[in-house]
Nanobody
Framework: QVQLVESGGGLVQPGGSLRLSCAAS????????MGWYRQAPGKQRELVAT???????NYADSVKGRFTISRDNDKNTVYLQMNSLKPEDTADYYC??????????????WGQGTEVTVSS
């Protein structure tokens, strides 16, 4: 099966930076899109950023200019560089990927999550 594993979370001061990574492995025929979601305590999960197979990206308004999503196709890995972090960025961050397992068949997969805390 397909698995997504995130890493890179932790505690950081306001204004600091973190880099999250998510590696996909398993029976992968293709990866159409990968993205990052986050969920703060007591709030709904929200989309942070996505990157598509053609290279286009989308960002939530709250992170534009501060976060950058990128990918390494050889490693089936997506990254989220987070700069100028704010306390409101505190959340559990989850990787998501739309993975083609065969021609014409794809599914969404989720990672286990990594915790990000921004506090002075």
């Amino acid at each position: 099966q397909v698995q997504l594993v995130e890493s890179g979370g932790g505690l950081v001061q306001p204004g600091g930076s973190l880099r999250l990574s998510c590696a996909a492995s398993g029976s992968i025929f293709s990866i159409n899109v990968m993205g990052w979601y986050r969920q703060a305590p007591g709030k709904q999960r929200e989309l942070v950023a996505t990157i598509f197979s053609g290279g286009s990206t989308n960002y939530a308004d709250s992170v534009k200019g501060r976060f950058t999503i990128s990918r390494d196709n050889d490693k089936n890995t997506v990254y989220l560089q987070m700069n100028s972090l704010k306390p409101e960025d505190t959340a559990d961050y989850y990787c998501n990927a739309r993975v083609g397992v065969r021609v014409g068949v794809s599914y969404h997969y989720w990672g286990q999550g990594t915790e990000v805390t921004v506090s002075s």
